[in-house]
T-cell receptor, first 111, second 113 residues
Framework: GNSVTQMEGPVTLSEEAFLTINCTYTATGYPSLFWYVQYPGEGLQLLLKATKADDKGSNKGFEATYRKETTSFHLEKGSVQVSDSAVYFCALRNGFQKLVFGTGTRLLVSP | EAGVVQSPRYKIIEKKQPVAFWCNPISGHNTLYWYRQNLGQGPELLIRYENEEAVDDSQLPKDRFSAERLKGVDSTLKIQPAELGDSAVYLC???????????FGPGTRLLVL
C-alpha cells in the first residue's frame, strides 16, 4: 500500500541554520507529493507540492524535490526563523486515492 | 475569505457518552473530509463527501461513528458511545473538488475520560 516515512523529531535548530527534514515514500506508479505545516493552535496548511518526478515545489523559502529514483521528497530551507517552528507533515496521494500522511516532524527554532 | 470553521475546539467527556463535532467548510467547496489525528501521528481519513454524498467511508467505524452533510454544506460527525481510544484531534477539511488542495480547520480536541 501507500505509505510515508518521516524522520522523527523534534528537530532543534538555531535561527539562520540550514534545515533538512527527510521524507521517503512507498507507492506504486507516480503519486503526487506534499508538505503540510501545522503551526501551534492552527490547522494544517499546504506548504508545497510536486506532482511528477524531478519537480521542485517551493514556498516561503522552503523547497523539496520529487526524487523517484530514491523515492524521497526531503524538505529544505537555507535559513530558518523562529516563526518556522511548527510540525511538518509529508504526504502523498496516488491518483484518486486518499491523502496519506507521515507521522510529522516537530521543528523548534531558537533565537 | 473565511477558512474552515470547526466547533467546539475542545471537548472533555466521560466514556459511553455521546459527542458531536460540527464543521462549516469554505464557501463553494464541494468536497468535505473528516480526519482523525492521534497523538504523535498524522491525520487519517475517516470519511469524504462529494456534496451531500458520502463517497468514501471505508475507514469510519460504523458501529459508533456517524456523519452527515445535509444540503451539501455543513457537516456533523458523531460518536456514540465514546470510548477511551477515541481521544484524538478530529479535523475537518474542504476542497473545491476531490483532486484539489485541501484546506484544514483547526480541529476539535477530544478527551474521553
Amino acid at each position: 500500500g501507500n505509505s510515508v516515512t518521516q524522520m522523527e523529531g523534534p528537530v532543534t535548530l538555531s535561527e539562520e541554520a540550514f534545515l533538512t527534514i527527510n521524507c521517503t515514500y512507498t507507492a506504486t506508479g507516480y503519486p503526487s507529493l506534499f508538505w503540510y505545516v501545522q503551526y501551534p493552535g492552527e490547522g494544517l496548511q499546504l506548504l508545497l507540492k510536486a506532482t511528477k518526478a524531478d519537480d521542485k515545489g517551493s514556498n516561503k523559502g522552503f523547497e523539496a524535490t520529487y526524487r523517484k529514483e530514491t523515492t524521497s521528497f526531503h524538505l529544505e530551507k537555507g535559513s530558518v526563523q523562529v516563526s518556522d517552528s511548527a510540525v511538518y507533515f509529508c504526504a502523498l496521494r496516488n491518483g484518486f486515492q486518499k491523502l496519506v500522511f507521515g507521522t510529522g516532524t516537530r521543528l523548534l527554532v531558537s533565537p | 475569505e473565511a477558512g474552515v470553521v470547526q466547533s467546539p475546539r475542545y471537548k472533555i467527556i466521560e466514556k459511553k457518552q455521546p459527542v458531536a463535532f460540527w464543521c462549516n467548510p469554505i464557501s463553494g467547496h464541494n468536497t468535505l473530509y473528516w480526519y482523525r489525528q492521534n497523538l504523535g501521528q498524522g491525520p487519517e481519513l475517516l470519511i469524504r463527501y462529494e456534496n451531500e454524498e458520502a463517497v468514501d467511508d471505508s475507514q469510519l467505524p460504523k458501529d459508533r461513528f456517524s456523519a452527515e452533510r445535509l444540503k451539501g454544506v455543513d457537516s456533523t460527525l458523531k460518536i456514540q458511545p465514546a470510548e477511551l481510544g477515541d481521544s484524538a484531534v478530529y479535523l475537518c477539511a474542504s476542497s473545491p473538488g476531490q483532486q484539489e488542495t485541501q484546506y484544514f480547520g483547526p480541529g476539535t480536541r477530544l478527551l474521553v475520560l
